[in-house]
């Protein structure tokens, strides 16, 4: 990535306009670095119950790591499921790409973890942050979308068969400390 | 239609996949010719064609923005900001950016939280900033307006400080929108105006001109181009009708807004008589018997004629007093009579009967003139019958 990035700014024809480009991402950078502590001081300050999340020890503010608990009456009591969150250089223009690192069964959820959830997509807003759509995703976790599921056998199991539903859940969880 | 390899299909799949809109140029362009918009109607809809050629006459210049999503919320942010350069007014940009400010307090009231907005309300300040600077120097050019426009993270920040204005707005307002709304309110403020690339609808649009441009009392006007019956666009105001320092005038294609621009200029032209005198450039003689200047070179050249006290209280209407924007050369810049007399009222045929009192010095050398005495030198697009209104010099000699 950093190569590639190096090879077109050395390329450029003009080199003024690269070095503009560069010093308007470095305050673009500045600016997603101020917002993303700014969510983490608010992380810290007011933690919500059955979540939470930090930068990835690498010293990328881009990069965290969350886990949420699963709400209460759900097929997900008491199960901790870890995610990951990679920021894009435009946050929070662009939603993060939010991946489940937990195996996890659910309608709206596939099999490599990959997440369809209106809000990540085209209903982002620059407003959503970390605890939102965390909080967003603990309650998917009790209310699917059916609708349009990623996982159709789920889908069909969470309508007609809650047991047979919260067993496959079970197998396919993993405790937090398993999962790399 | 032959049926397709799994190859092709595959192939077809990827490309849709990995398919974005085309869309070219920069998010806000710079002033264009509003032909260009005639040029890519010219053989399409006849309707269509007959009004954007109308339309290039009346509106002559055109701002592209680009359409991915935000032409409209960037069409009036631009637009805002832009008229606050154009009217060159200090205190006029000091009051707009703390109005914004305060409009923090509708966040606060729908529970916006100020970790998550203050990086967008950062991002309008420094447009403010920066207008202010502007001014100060007397800078007039937008460039830095339409830089600032296309680095992509800024523009984004400042459209949605806009776009979460107008929410908070709507929400507090609901009785006035929620009736044109086909959901409930606070579905559509978080699908369709809170969102980062959702294009702007009729009602989102109304409410981001009450929410946040009306309090600058500009004007907002759209001009639809459709194909509807008639010949040209039809245009429709989004704010009261009133006086308003300043209009934003959007061109609306369905899906699509950029900013249009009238023809006429937009300088203040009060008094217009002292551009066209300061502004002269060309000065070859005009219409010279229409004014007899000849009759008067002799009297123009008497030394001291305007020290008459009964003159000199009134000679100041020669001197531009408004705050025009162009700076006026003095009448000595401009017109160099032969000799050292002051160089004022130079059309003057009924000063004759005052010159009796102040006994005027002896004239002892008259230098040699040209036959056309001293010229007054007039841009020949002054129209006669124009000429007892625009020519300020009267005024000295009348009561």
């Known amino acids: 990535m950093d190569y590639t990035m190096e090879d077109t700014q050395n390329s450029a024809p003009d080199v003024q306009d690269s070095k503009l480009d560069s010093s308007s991402q470095r305050n673009d950078t500045q600016s997603v670095t101020k917002r993303l502590q700014a969510e983490l001081m608010q992380l810290m300050l007011s933690p919500s119950p059955g979540l939470s999340a930090f930068p990835n020890a690498d010293g990328n503010l881009l990069s965290w790591t969350a886990t949420i608990t699963g709400p209460t009456e759900t097929p997900y009591e008491g199960l901790t499921l870890k995610l990951s969150f990679a920021f894009p250089n435009n946050y929070p223009y662009s939603p993060p790409t939010v991946l489940f690192k937990t195996p996890i069964y659910h309608p709206n959820v596939d099999f490599s973890g990959r997440i369809c959830l209106d809000i990540l997509k085209d209903k982002w807003s620059a407003v959503y942050n970390v605890q939102s759509v965390l909080l967003s995703l603990q309650s998917l976790l009790g209310e699917p979308n059916n609708a349009s599921p990623l996982n159709a056998q789920a889908a069909e199991l969470w309508e007609s068969d809650q047991e047979e539903y919260k067993r496959l859940v079970l197998a396919r969880h993993r405790d937090v400390e398993d999962v790399e | ?399």
Not at chain 2, 113 to 132: K, M, R
Not at chain 2, 140 to 153: H, I, P
């Open chain 2, 1 to 399: 239609m032959a049926a397709l390899s799994p190859e092709e299909l595959e192939r077809f799949q990827k490309l849709s996949n990995e398919f974005e809109p085309d869309i070219q140029g920069p998010l806000v362009s710079v002033k264009q010719s509003s032909n260009a918009i005639a040029a890519d109607y010219a053989n399409a809809d006849p309707t269509l064609a007959a009004k954007t050629s109308a339309l290039a006459v009346t509106h002559s210049t055109s701002r592209i923005m680009k359409g991915d999503g935000n032409c409209g919320w960037r069409a009036v942010a631009f637009g805002y900001f832009e008229n606050l350069l154009s009217l060159q007014d200090a205190l006029l940009i000091q009051r707009e950016a703390s109005r914004i400010k305060s409009l923090c307090t509708l966040l606060d009231r729908v529970g916006q939280q100020e970790h998550l907005y203050e990086i967008f309300v950062d991002a309008t300040d420094q447009v403010f900033s920066e207008l202010l600077e502007a001014v100060n120097q007397g800078i007039r050019d937008e460039s830095f307006l339409v830089e600032s426009f296309n680095n992509e993270y800024n523009s984004s920040a400042i459209i949605t400080h806009f776009r979460l204005l107008t929410s908070a707005w709507m929400k507090l307002n609901p009785h006035r929108y929620q009736a044109f709304l086909s959901m409930p309110l606070d579905q559509y403020c978080a699908t369709q105006i809170e969102t980062v690339k959702t294009e702007i609808d009729e009602v989102g649009l109304q409410a981001l001109v009450d929410g946040v441009i009306e309090g600058s009392g500009f004007a907002v006007e759209i001009l639809y181009l459709d194909r509807s019956v008639g010949e040209a666009v039809t245009p429709h105001l989004l704010t009261p009708s009133r006086p308003s320092p300043a209009v934003i005038r959007l061109l609306y294609r369905p899906g699509h807004y950029d900013l249009l621009y009238r023809a006429e200029p937009v300088v203040n032209m009060t008094p217009v008589v002292n551009y066209q005198y300061g502004m002269t450039s060309d000065y070859t003689p005009w219409d010279q018997t229409a004014l007899g200047f000849d009759m008067n070179s002799q009297l123009m050249t008497i030394p001291n004629l305007m020290l008459d006290p009964s003159y000199t209280l009134n000679v100041t209407p020669m001197v531009p007093t408004c705050s025009s924007p162009y700076r006026v050369p003095s009448p000595q810049e401009v017109y160099q009579p032969p000799m050292q007399t002051q160089p004022i009222a130079p059309v003057s045929p009924p000063v004759t009967p005052r010159i009796s009192a102040p006994p005027p010095p002896p004239i002892t050398t008259l230098p040699p003139r040209s036959s056309e005495g001293p010229q007054i030198r007039l841009n020949p697009l002054v129209m006669k019958s124009n000429l007892s209104r625009s020519l300020p010099v009267t005024t000295p000699f009348k009561k």
